[in-house]
Nanobody, 119 residues
Framework: QVQLVESGGGLVQPGGSLRLSCAASGSIFSINLMGWYRQSPGKERELVAAVSSGGATNYADSAKDRFTISRDNAKNTVYLQMNSLKVEDTAVYYC?????????????WGQGTQVTVSS
């Protein structure tokens, strides 16, 4: 069984920073794409940033120049460094990964971590 466990969320003032982590565990042969999504009340879940196994990255326009996604393949972990946080970044942040634990790759989601930006 594969699990994704996120950590690092919390309450921060506007302009502050947070670093989210997501660790994959279980029977893992390989991990392809890893990414961060977010969902705020009344809105659909949206991509924030993604990183391939080779390190290529993709960011939502709202995250460019403020957020940095990275991964440690040896630890099966993906990170999201968030700087210059804004009130509108408030959301539940979810980790997503395409993981091969058997013959095929499957899509996995973490349980989510709350990020609240407020003064």
């Amino acid at each position: 069984q594969v699990q994704l466990v996120e950590s690092g969320g919390g309450l921060v003032q506007p302009g502050g920073s947070l670093r989210l982590s997501c660790a994959a565990s279980g029977s893992i042969f390989s991990i392809n794409l890893m990414g961060w999504y977010r969902q705020s009340p009344g809105k659909e879940r949206e991509l924030v940033a993604a990183v391939s196994s080779g390190g290529a990255t993709n960011y939502a326009d709202s995250a460019k120049d403020r957020f940095t996604i990275s991964r440690d393949n040896a630890k099966n972990t993906v990170y999201l460094q968030m700087n210059s946080l804004k009130v509108e970044d408030t959301a539940v942040y979810y980790c997503r990964a395409y993981i091969r634990s058997g013959t095929y790759f499957s899509n996995y989601w973490g349980q989510g971590t709350q990020v609240t930006v407020s003064s």
